[in-house]
């Protein structure tokens, strides 16, 4: 809905203020930092996908020439209190323990002690001469066998939503949603669709492996440089998890080299300041790809059921669905998102939902990407589909005669204001990749998306240099353009141009709050600060050029980044550019700078919708994507190219999950292919161009109508694929991912051979 | 264990170097020559970030030695730019936004280069085989091989 605006700079593509540095190798990224006299850090992880620890010594390891500090779990705060604030959640007690096990090992790769040598060589020969005496336990590695009866016990201490008067459990907490009467629309209903399906254990893959260096003063304070989606919770998550004060801490983002949810937690912080506290020397650690793989990040893998329920005329006036999601060893699966989204894009009466929190040993689950959205509605998505087949109509006219609208008041609450869930599917249905005959072979599938997206805390400053120039600084990471939006709604607000506004990431210390970069916020809640904090600035020049004029403040107009008299004001003066404030303001009463914090309400919703063509090699079971389009509300897209960008991305990203990408483990809970080789993204030559459509639906709530576009591209890209390898096979095969060797044995299966 | 010796032309200048035996020419950019441009993904030649010429031709240097680097010629992405005038290929993927965090950026310069230094006018596929063993998570791949075939074409122009 490309509403008549006239943006002079939102909306067009320039280069990102952070390029250059980025084409010539050099920004600083986490592993880039290198002080003085600073020693490497290793970590020693659990062999153990599930062990009790009974010690851990480190004697023999401090004995080694060149080691300088050793710890495990007894040199930590036992005992943490507290919630953590951010994103994710959980507590810190949880998060400390994850940090470094104390009395047990609860996935293979968990931290069980660190050292601290004057080379990544001896650390790592310092790890071999730490002794641990373990007593190994069974493994429990999917939500089936954690929520049998009589499952191995992860947490003796965990009951299901805290209720102590139920036996402990390894499902940490239900989520329930319900609204109308299901079980009476379910029996009134013409047609009813079931499925059961499955999504893996995966990765977020971000290319720079997490990385920090830590030093540590004799008055008891430190600092930290690293990698992260949020510097502001890095800071609060190590302070609780050592029981220091967040006013004795201070972190400093380096560049940061894809995140995509994973890095808005801490593994190696509190390690490091801890062997700097011991050793009085900075010390840096950073995670192999292996590590990387073993004990950071992954996604829930799930297991669900949905039951749609629809009249013969399209109506779908049923759904439910149970879906359990893996936690790993600690509680924390994104259950309520995903349940909250996997109905967002219908307007339905009736529906159920549950959501099951389930540990199990594996790495603690962390963000990534709409977390928990991708998996809960893959199975709605497939479920549609195959309703669409079973009545006989085309999917995108299935899904428009039932999606959301203004009004509509959405499965997890709130009634929506304007979004844009069948502008996507018009678009879609007039898309030339829809229109055009599919060829012979070929299967097509069709899928829609959502994500919420968020507000939350965001600080910004604005600061006019003396020429005129502008520098805005925010806390949030440049983790894929933001920095060229913020730049972009602050020229547009000033009404300069863009190339004399800079941005600056600022750290704990030289920026206000902000929560991470991540839920797709950045460029709505944080551009939200930079806007209004501009709109101080204009206020600050308009009060200058009227001191300067000898008039009042409400008789300026602020107007293509200059004041001026507004009409009928009887003055005899030129209009006073922001150079021209900027330049005289030491006489007109000091620097001008302007300021704005805030906790952003009214996110928008993004809806997409995406489709694909795939091919079969029935011979081989290997899926290629012939095209694939991905059609998206951005609200309004600040920065084009970016915008597309997130789209493109999210869709390859969607489309490795979706074709390829899983943890494969053996029976002892040891992951089998913790590397870029046999953990298979997709590669340059698997990928097609990724078409797309941005579709601008404003959000009413930001100043330039932003919802955020980051998180929603990687949700429809499952269903996508699922839909079109259906479509090309005849057949569905319910359960990710639809890599060759799953692929070839469904096919196996289904010929009898 | 005695560090070995060894003289190498980075970017065109002599550089020497004690290197440790056993570390890779990725370390010993980065750790001892302060090169950090040359990025570590994965340390088994799988993830390209770390991709390096030597006497021309696309290495990771993760695979390599730093004492194999005795007499040869190396470019890093440090060296791409002809002085305070950047590369085309770094123009073209500043211009089509082909890089959202930027980590596998250098790597994938670096292997571009030695894709049009060999066949300045690839195809679309020839571009997605060669660049086949860099990874990029960010961006889907799109805008970066738009940019290279603006790239070539800008080349082409030129010659």
């Known amino acids: 809905m490309a509403e008549a605006h006239d943006y002079k700079v939102v909306g067009t593509s320039p280069v990102r203020p952070d390029g250059v540095d980025k084409v010539t190798g050099r920004a600083n990224f986490g592993a880039d930092l290198n002080l003085p006299n600073m020693l490497h850090g290793k970590v020693l992880r659990s062999p153990h996908a599930h062990a009790r620890i009974h010690s851990v010594d480190v004697s023999r390891a401090l004995e080694l020439d060149g080691v300088y500090a050793a710890v495990s779990g007894a040199d930590f705060p036992s005992g943490a ?27 293979h790769g968990h931290p069980v002690a660190a050292v601290a040598a004057k080379s990544p060589y001896i650390a790592e020969r310092a790890l071999e001469l730490i002794d641990v005496d373990y007593e190994v336990l069974p493994a429990v590695l999917d939500v089936d066998d954690a929520m049998a009866d009589g499952a191995t016990l992860i947490n003796e201490s965990l009951h299901t939503n805290g209720d102590q008067s139920k036996p402990p459990s390894n499902v940490a907490g239900i989520t329930k949603f319900e609204r109308g009467d299901v079980e009476q629309a379910f029996a009134d209903a013409d047609i009813i669709i079931e499925g059961e399906y499955r999504t893996p254990t995966a990765h977020q893959g971000y290319i720079e492996p997490h990385a920090c260096t830590a030093t540590y003063s004799e008055e008891g304070k430190a600092t930290i440089w690293c990698c992260t989606q949020g510097h502001f919770d890095v800071r609060s998550m190590t302070a609780g998890v050592l029981g220091m004060s967040v006013g004795d801490l201070k972190v400093i983002p380096s560049e940061i080299g894809g995140g995509f949810g994973g890095k808005t937690v801490i593994y190696l912080e509190p390690l490091a300041v801890k062997l700097s506290e011991i050793s009085g020397r900075p010390v840096k650690m950073v995670m192999s790809r292996e590590e990387v793989f073993r004990a950071t990040g992954p996604t829930s893998a799930t297991h669900s059921r949905v039951k749609v329920g629809a009249m013969k005329d399209g109506t779908i006036t049923a759904a439910s669905a149970w879906i359990a ?25 009736n529906f159920r939902v549950e959501g099951f929190d389930v540990l199990v040993n594996k790495p603690k689950v962390a963000a990534y990407r709409a977390p928990g959205a991708p998996q809960a509605m893959y199975a709605m998505e497939s479920a549609v589909d195959d309703l669409a087949r079973e009545l006989g109509v085309d999917p995108i006219d299935l899904r428009l005669q039932n999606a959301a609208d203004e009004g509509t008041q959405a499965p997890y609450g709130p009634t929506f204001p304007p979004i844009g869930i069948k502008k996507c599917l018009e678009v879609a249905k007039a898309h030339a990749n829809y229109t055009t005959p599919k060829g012979e072979g070929v299967g097509r599938g069709i899928s829609a998306g959502f994500w919420f997206n968020i507000g939350m805390q965001s600080s910004a400053e604005v600061r006019l240099s003396e020429d005129g120039t502008v520098t805005v600084v925010e806390g949030n990471p440049d983790i894929g353009g933001t920095r060229a939006s913020m730049c972009l709604m602050a020229a547009e607000t000033l009404g300069v141009p863009y190339d004399t506004v800079r941005a600056h990431v600022g ?16 460029t709505f809640a944080t551009g939200m600060a930079v806007v209004q904090a501009c709109e101080d600035i ?70 997409s919708v995406n489709m694909a063509d ?12 012939v095209n694939f389009t991905a059609i998206q509300d951005a609200g309004t897209a600040i920065h084009r190219a970016y915008v597309e960008g997130q789209m493109q991305g999210g869709a390859v990203q969607g489309l490795g999950w979706a074709l390829n990408e899983e943890y494969v483990y053996d029976a002892n809970g040891e992951m089998e292919n913790a590397g870029f080789l046999d953990y298979r993204v997709p590669v340059t030559s698997d990928m097609p161009m990724i078409d797309t459509h941005i579709v601008e639906v404003p959000n009413p709530s930001h100043p330039y109508g932003v919802r955020g576009v980051g998180e929603t591209p990687i949700v429809a890209p499952l269903s996508v694929a699922a839909n079109a390898v259906r479509d090309a096979l005849g057949f569905r095969i319910p359960d990710l991912p639809l890599s060759p060797p799953n692929v070839l044995a469904a096919i196996d299966e289904r010929e009898g051979a | 264990m005695a560090k070995v010796h060894v003289t190498t032309s980075v970017n065109g200048e002599e550089r020497e170097v004690l290197c440790e035996p056993h570390q890779s020419l990725l370390d010993v950019l980065r750790d001892e020559l302060g090169m950090t441009g040359t990025k570590e993904g994965c340390a088994t030649g799988d993830c390209g970030a770390c991709s390096v010429l030597i006497d021309g031709r696309l290495v990771c240097s993760c695979l390599m030695l730093g004492v194999e680097a005795e007499g040869v010629d190396i470019t890093t992405i440090e060296g791409i730019a002809n002085g305070s005038e950047l590369h085309v290929l770094q123009r073209k993927f500043l211009e089509h936004a082909a890089l959202q965090c930027g980590i596998c950026t250098p790597g994938f310069i670096v292997a571009a280069k030695a894709l049009l230094d060999t066949n300045p006018d690839p195809d679309e596929t020839t571009i997605r085989y060669w660049l086949a ?3 990029c998570r960010c961006t889907g791949y799109d805008k970066i091989v738009r940019a290279v075939q603006d790239a070539a074409q800008e080349l082409a122009y030129e010659a």
């Open chain 1, 81 to 107: 209190e507290g919630e953590i604030q951010g994103e994710g959640g959980g507590t810190v007690s949880d998060l400390a323990q994850n940090i470094v096990a104390r009395d047990k090992a609860l996935y």
């Open chain 1, 325 to 349: 999601y893996e936690a790993g060893a600690f509680p924390g699966a994104p259950v309520g998102p995903g349940c909250m989204a996997i109905f967002a894009p219908y307007d339905l009466p």
């Open chain 1, 507 to 522: 750290d704990t210390e030289s920026t206000g709050f902000c929560n991470v970069t991540g839920g797709s916020r950045t």
């Open chain 1, 538 to 607: 204009i206020a600050q020049c308009k009060q200058r050029a009227a001191a300067t004029w000898d008039i009042d403040a409400d008789q300026v107009d602020w107007t293509d980044g200059e004041a001026v008299p507004k009409p009928g004001v009887n003055v005899d003066v030129k209009p006073l550019s922001l150079a021209d404030i900027a330049g005289n303001a030491g006489r007109t009463g000091g620097p001008i700078l302007g300021r704005a914090s805030l906790n952003a309400q009214g996110a928008g919703a993004s809806f």
């Open chain 1, 614 to 625: 795939v091919t079969v090699d029935r011979e081989t079971g290997k899926v290629d994507v």
């Open chain 2, 133 to 135: 063993g860099n990874l």
